[in-house]
């Protein structure tokens, strides 16, 4: 009885700390997510947008024309580091998902999480919307429906 209590304990700690999406990822460090963390929430400081669509504009592969949405769960450390936690990948563009995944770990320009006047780290979920040749991006909440769907 007492192995199956340290079980069932072990089990809730890891269940707690699962990344969102199934395609995860072991390089991000923070145990568990905190989505939206802090009195000021985690933000990119220099146009996000525009950094990830020129990313994917000049990465070595292109994409097709194509609809669909692509989810990353990013964790952002208190040094303003990003870190991709897991992804949902709504559409089959593998090269286009490695070239973004690679651009977000590496932005080293984020505005951290604050809370009570101290950076934390904090966990958000941009998701990126491909409509034909152009892509959308937008933070979305945990509970979102649209995350949740599939």
Same mark, same amino acid.
């Given at each position: 009885?007492? +192995?199956?209590?340290?079980?069932?304990? /072990?089990f809730?700690i890891n269940?707690?700390a699962?990344?969102?999406?199934?395609? #995860?990822?072991k390089?991000?460090? /923070?145990?568990?997510?905190? +989505?939206y963390?802090?009195?000021?929430?985690?933000? +990119?400081? #220099?146009? /996000? %947008?525009? *950094?990830?669509? *020129? %990313?994917?504009?000049n990465?070595?592969?292109?994409?097709v024309?194509t609809?669909g949405n692509? +989810?990353?769960e990013?964790e952002?450390d208190?040094?303003?580091h !990003?870190c991709?936690r897991?992804?949902?990948?709504?559409i089959?563009?593998?090269?286009?998902?490695?070239?973004?995944?690679t651009s977000?770990?590496?932005l080293y320009?984020?505005?951290?999480a604050?809370?009570?006047?101290?950076?934390i780290? !904090?966990?958000?979920?941009?998701?990126i919307?491909?409509?034909?040749y *152009?892509?959308s991006?937008?933070?979305l909440?945990?509970?979102d429906? !649209?995350?949740?769907?599939?």
């Amino acid at each position: 009885m007492k +192995y199956l209590c340290l079980l069932f304990i /072990l089990f809730a700690i890891n269940a707690n700390a699962q990344p969102l999406f199934k395609e #995860k990822y072991k390089d991000c460090t /923070l145990e568990k997510p905190c +989505y939206y963390c802090g009195d000021a929430i985690a933000s +990119y400081k #220099k146009g /996000l %947008s525009e *950094r990830l669509q *020129r %990313s994917i504009n000049n990465g070595q592969h292109k994409w097709v024309g194509t609809n669909g949405n692509m +989810y990353f769960e990013i964790e952002v450390d208190s040094t303003g580091h !990003s870190c991709v936690r897991s992804i949902k990948d709504e559409i089959p563009m593998w090269d286009v998902k490695n070239v973004l995944t690679t651009s977000i770990n590496n932005l080293y320009d984020w505005q951290p999480a604050i809370l009570d006047g101290h950076p934390i780290n !904090s966990t958000l979920i941009l998701r990126i919307h491909f409509l034909g040749y *152009r892509a959308s991006f937008t933070f979305l909440p945990p509970d979102d429906p !649209s995350i949740l769907r599939h």
